[in-house]
């Protein structure tokens, strides 16, 4: 279980790599122009959500603003009388009938007015009159000369009565004696549905515009997003046809120095070397000419040697000529008799591509191969060539010590040239401990077909 858990671990890390690789490198290929509209983006989201919740909560307080300047325009058409000594029935009454006549009714639900110690000296409600509470900060917010709004939970026992509302708006707005001191406190309260209605009516309207305003700027930005992403495929398709074009001009002048070096170099060292051997041959065996004539025998055969091998590694990358299949062949021929490694190789059939591919998929089993050598220290590898997704694709899988994150100069070319060409190479830990190494490349059109 606990080796199941560490592939499934290796394998999120190796896709989590891949996908930061990737959007680094479209972080790069995307220009200073695509960085500063993607930024500029994320600035205009984040100004535009701030700013539409401002916006929201600005009307709410100058709603609560508006309603509590009406409500202490019609508090001062009220009788008050001095809350200093209890009041009697007739200024109660009066006062009762003015607030049922400009104040209460609609959204207005209960009116209360405050004395400084605390006691209720008048309500709408006579069950409230007398009684003494401790004042909320709101209120003596009011007794200090200003006007408090608030948006109540009703969970004070001063609004038990009203508790079933929910939630009710109070405004407190001070009253002044005759001295200009804050004689009382009115405290109006009102239904809080008129104002979420009217503040869901802004929202909805704000945050449409915000959407719509976001919607133009994202058309716009997947416009800029869509040409640039059209001029760098034209680019990248200007420039893998530039590449083809060199590399056929290089395997076109890789094969006349292959017929060159064969012909104008080799056969005469052939022709030397009999010549060396038929004279020798003259000679007796203790003559000095003889032995210096033996020594120069070595010399041309370290010479037709290197040049063999040179016109072997030439050839074998010209994989148009025996195919991609024998081409890797030969390599791991090669390497399995070089070295003591267990090769196995395998390739789908058939697999279509082009030249160029082929070539590139050589060298980079070839680095592969090279790398495992180097630095696995492993006693198997599996090299495996199959199509995947329209893609060609080579796998290179040892049982050596694992990937310890070597950049050498032979990969970092190897994989700028796969990025050319529109593919790719990963190099990462394989899931018995050794390392894997995938290069892929798309099949082009003429690969296709």
Partial sequence: MDKVHGMNDRDDQRRSGRVGSTLRRDWDEIGGLGRIGVIGLGLALVVTIVLGFSITRAARGHLLDARASMVEIAIGEL????????PGVAELAALDSAVRIHILGGETVRVKVWAPDGTIAYS????????????????????????????????????????????????????????????????????????????????????????????????????????????????????????RSSY?????????????????????????????????????????????????????????????????????????????????????????????????????????????????????????????????HASRVTMTVYEDRNRVVLDVIDDGIGFGGQRGLGLSTTRQRFETLGGDIEVSESVDGGTLFRAWLPRTSEGNG
């Fill in 124 to 243: 709408d409600l006579p069950e409230l009159v007398g009684r003494r509470f401790e004042l909320s900060e709101y209120a003596e917010a009011a007794f200090a000369g200003g006007v408090a709004t608030r948006v109540s939970d009703l969970s004070d026992a001063a609004h038990e009565p009203d508790r079933s509302r929910g939630e009710l708006i109070e405004f407190y707005i001070p009253v002044l004696d005759e001295s200009g001191a804050v004689g009382a406190v009115v405290e109006v309260e009102q239904d809080v549905t008129g104002l979420n209605d009217a503040l869901g009516r802004i929202a909805r309207n704000v945050w449409l515009s915000i959407g719509i305003g976001l919607a133009v700027l994202g058309v716009f930005m997947t416009a800029l997003g869509i040409a640039r992403a059209r001029d760098m495929n034209r680019r990248r398709r200007q420039v893998e046809d530039l590449l």
């Fill in 79 to 86: 009788p008050f009388f001095s809350v200093d000594e209890p």
């Fill in 248 to 376: 056929r001009a290089q395997e076109e002048e890789r094969r006349r120095i292959v017929g060159a070096l064969h012909d104008d170099i080799g056969q005469p060292l052939y022709r030397v070397l009999y010549g060396l051997e038929g004279s020798r041959g003259k000679l007796g065996a203790d003559d000095p000419v003889a032995e210096e004539l033996g020594h120069l025998q070595g010399v041309v055969r370290e010479m037709d040697d290197t040049l063999r091998r040179e016109l072997r590694i030439l050839q074998v990358e010209l994989a148009a000529d025996t195919g991609l299949d024998g081409a890797l062949a030969d390599l791991v021929d090669v390497t399995r008799r070089e070295t003591d490694l267990q090769v196995t190789f395998a390739i789908t059939e058939p697999i279509p591509s082009t030249q160029e591919e082929d070539v590139e998929i050589y060298r980079a089993a070839r680095e592969a191969l090279t790398n495992v050598r180097k630095h696995a």
